[in-house]
């Protein structure tokens, strides 16, 4: 016993070593496609929770168990995952050089070998950082607005502002076909959901001014979506607290159709819950798209995009209260409500696309679309409000109430807008590429119809008294009792149809220089005519772009054209609803000088672009905008400029993931043909204000024009900062980080002449953050029992929204006290808030 009892202690004893001893070693160097050293990438046992990262050479080394089959996996960001399968014997060292395939020509985000598009005015974005990012609304638009030259007013719509132009003036293109937006939306809490499908994209080009005369005729920026030809079954499901979507492609008959389908659900109760406004929301925006494509061989192929949303926005709002003022005077609005507002806004675009390639270097298109808009805005909400002062002293027993009353009053708003329209194009495109030459061609004709009925008013009574109301001193003798008005009433029906012709050329070569420098020139004409005011134009455009040979890592850019964008029918009508038969086409003439500057830092690349410019604006049709509303003064003309800088800096700050830093400075003014005013003085030449004071006599007044001031879209500095990070020993866990800072926009009473509408809203403030773990990945091994083995990403997603809970203010409610002191009382945009996402692709 004693005997067996110490051979079963020695066994015990050596067991562990026994063990240990069945193992063996894997060493080696990763490099990428250049041959370069690959740091920080993850070396991990497929199934297993044992692992290393490579060293700052390239260098890991990891141990394995030996005499049974197992696979190495091989990961970092950005490029594609390598496995590797194994069978080791007991002690060996095995060594291994593993090369890593970028699997994007892109420095993350924007391409890098893409040298055509180094020598124009765009760029190219990941698609997917617009799925990975923090976003109220839709993923693209959200991240063009951190792109230089770019603004935003607001986390709730997908519209922007670029270099001084407004929301009318951007144009939004998927698969060559140009997409509208809503004409009735006046929030951004009713506009629901952008046409735009993140999921769906292969492909996204932006430029921000300087574009080429196949980009049709918008005066600002033009966004050229493309959607993804898939090779094979696959789809995306992603729900959170703001809604759902679900996305579905693949292939048949051998690959030669594919096919694209993608329905997406939103409700921003939970977001709108956290306004100010305490009210019953019920938004339902649901929209669904597809994109079906047949090749009938290597040169005819057949596809169909459509798209249908129907968006719903009901509200029952019931109190609001806002604190405004400064820190030595506090004041507070509070309102009770009546009434609701419900609004429908039902969206049907298609397209047919015809496609010849008679030769590899030569495409023809022949592209049908239509686009149908039925929308509806109607509402009767009244307001019964108190204006009061807060005490603001922390000793006071009263402190936080409101202890002096300065106005009561009441509006009622009321609404019945109908608005429908019909817009038919036909169009053809063709483009020829040889070694030094781009040819491209396009002809179109267009077809807009549009009905619209318009019937709104608002009726103010402050303090008792109907405004308008004319000067008068209550408790005399003999007041005056004017008839009724209100203070704002616009009743108009139009119907009108207007034919659209447009056509442009534009070729692009490439010189070799004698020292091997390269130079290309592209120039372009585009042709454009409506009958609406019978109008033709043309619009001559020309970039350019240098290339030392010694210095490949720079290219100089200068781009100038000229764009005439011709009313489209928000432009026509003025506020009263009337159109203006004798319109003009708005024009911008763009003068752009930039450089593209690519290098290394913390051995990593990075691109610093730089863009200076100047764009004439003449017979503009000046207008105002409130929270995302656009109404323009189409009986006025203007002159006007936009000129500023735009910096960027954009690389691997973290290695393997995209980020970038954006600056602009810009200056956008205007002067209205034909606007002026007069100062009165009385006989000691002191001011005088008609109807202020009776008894004051006028005996002398001065004619001012009030020259240049500043547009709705004067943001002077703009700052963006889109942020990638990672923990380096485990990808999976990310974080992204989205920064926006703009200085305040010009502002003004709504029933003030233009020319005064020149006060500043504060700036304009927000950080959004989000964290994900991808717990299902590349590296992931599961079972045939698994029912989460059909999945190849599976993420969880965590996002704060106004991380510092900045109150930013998108519009103001006008109102006045007892004295007739006139207040502007903000509306803020959303506060902090959170969202939990679980998206998964298959």
Do not use: C
């Not at 616009?490 to 442009?504: D, F, G, M």
């Not at 009263?576 to 003068?591: A, M, R, W």
């Not at 730089?610 to 323009?632: A, C, G, M, Q, S």
């Amino acid at each position: 016993m004693p005997v067996k009892a110490n051979i079963l202690l020695i066994f015990v004893l050596l067991f562990p070593f026994a063990v240990q001893a069945q193992t063996a070693w894997v060493e080696g160097n990763i490099t990428d496609s250049l041959n370069k050293p690959v740091d920080l990438a993850n070396i991990a046992i497929l199934g297993e929770r044992k692992g290393t990262t490579s060293g700052k050479n390239g260098w890991f080394r990891l141990e394995v168990p030996a005499n049974r089959e197992i696979t190495l996996a091989i990961s970092f960001i950005g490029y594609a995952d390598k496995h590797i399968s194994l069978k080791l014997q007991e002690g060996e060292i095995k060594h291994l050089d593993i090369r890593l395939k970028s699997i994007s020509t892109t420095l993350p985000g924007f391409e890098v070998r893409d040298e055509r598009l180094r020598t124009e005015n765009m760029v190219r974005l990941d698609p997917r950082n617009a799925t990975l990012a923090p976003s109220l609304t839709e993923g693209v638009s959200d991240l063009i607005k951190t792109l230089p030259g770019v603004s935003s007013t607001s986390e709730l719509s997908s519209q922007y502002s670029v270099r001084g132009g407004n929301f009318d003036e951007n144009s939004v293109y998927v698969n060559d076909i140009e997409i509208y937006r809503p004409f009735l939306v006046s929030t951004g809490q009713q506009e629901g959901l952008s046409i735009v499908n993140s999921t769906l994209v292969s492909s996204i080009l932006f430029s921000a001014g300087g574009f080429g005369a196949e980009y049709g005729d918008k005066m600002s920026s033009v966004l050229d979506i493309r959607y993804k030809t898939p090779q094979e079954f696959g789809g995306y499901f992603a729900m959170s607290l703001l809604g759902a979507q679900l996305s579905l492609w693949g292939t048949a008959a051998d690959k030669k159709f594919t096919y694209l389908i993608g329905g997406r659900y939103k409700t921003n109760s939970y977001v709108l819950n956290s306004l100010e406004t305490k009210a019953e929301y019920k938004p339902d925006f649901f929209d669904v798209q597809a994109l079906v494509k047949y090749r009938f061989n290597p040169k005819w192929s057949l596809s169909l995009l459509g798209y249908y949303s129907n968006n719903r926005y009901l509200v029952v709002p019931s109190s609001r209260e806002t604190d405004f003022g400064t820190i030595q005077e506090v004041l507070r609005f509070k309102v009770y409500f009546d009434g609701q507002e419900a609004d429908k806004y039902e969206i049907l675009q298609g397209g047919l696309t015809l496609g010849f390639r008679p030769k590899k270097n030569l495409d023809l298109k022949l592209i049908a679309s239509a686009f149908n808009t039925n929308e509806r805005e109607t509402y009767d909400v009244q307001g019964q409000y108190w204006l009061g002062q807060v005490e603001n002293n922390p000793g006071s027993d009263e402190f936080g109430n409101v202890v002096q009353s300065l106005g009561v009053g009441t509006y009622l708003e009321h609404a019945r807008n109908y608005f429908k329209s019909t817009v038919i194009n036909l169009d053809h495109k063709g483009s020829r590429v040889t070694d030094k030459q781009h040819m491209k061609w396009g002809f179109r004709y267009q077809f807009q119809w549009v009905d619209d009925k318009l019937d709104e008013w608002e009726m103010i009574d402050s303090a008792g008294y109907s405004v308008p109301n004319p000067w008068n001193v209550p408790g005399t003798d003999n007041p005056k009792n004017p008839p009724f008005e209100l203070y704002y009433h616009a009743y108009s029906k139009n119907k009108l149809s207007i034919n659209r012709l447009s056509a442009y050329f534009s070729d692009q070569w490439k010189f070799v220089l004698k020292n091997n420098d390269m130079f290309t020139l592209t120039a372009g004409l585009r042709a454009n005519y409506w009958d609406f005011n019978p109008e033709f134009l043309l619009s001559p455009r020309l970039s350019m772009s240098y290339k030392p040979y010694k210095k490949q890592n720079i290219v100089f850019r200068f781009a100038t054209g000229i764009y005439y964008q011709t009313p489209f029918y928000r432009e026509m009508r003025n506020f009263d609803g009337s159109l203006n038969p004798d319109i003009k086409s708005q024009k911008s003439i763009h003068f752009i000088l930039g450089s593209d500057y690519r290098f290394q830092a913390w051995n990593r690349p990075f691109i610093f672009t730089t863009e200076v410019y100047y764009k004439y604006l003449d017979d503009l049709i000046p207008y105002v905008v409130d929270n995302v509303r656009i109404r323009y003064y189409a009986d006025q003309l203007a002159r006007g400029y936009a000129a500023g800088i735009d910096l960027k800096i954009y690389g691997e700050f973290v290695k393997g993931v995209d980020s970038w830093l954006t600056i602009s400075f810009m200056k956008t003014q205007e002067d209205i043909y034909g606007d002026y005013y007069y100062d009165y003085f009385d006989a000691d030449g002191n001011p005088v204000f008609p109807g202020s004071v009776p008894g004051d006599v006028i005996t002398d007044s001065v004619r001012v024009e009030p020259g240049f001031i500043p547009r709705p879209t004067d943001r002077r500095v703009n700052f963006s900062i889109f942020f990638q990070d990672y923990i380096p020993k485990n990808p999976y866990l990310k974080v992204y980080l989205r920064l926006l800072y703009g200085t305040g926009l010009p502002f003004g009473s709504p029933d003030s002449p233009r020319y005064k509408q020149t006060l500043r809203m504060p700036d304009y403030r927000r950080v959004d953050i989000g964290f994900s773990w991808q717990f299902i990945n590349e590296s992931s091994d599961m079972g045939q029992k698994n029912p989460f083995r059909v999945f190849n990403d599976m993420t969880l997603t965590f996002e704060v929204f106004n991380l510092f809970q900045t109150f930013n203010t998108i519009s103001y409610i006008w109102i006045k006290d007892f004295s007739n002191r006139q207040y502007a009382i903000p509306n803020y945009l959303t506060p902090r808030l959170i969202n939990l996402k679980l998206s998964a692709a298959f």
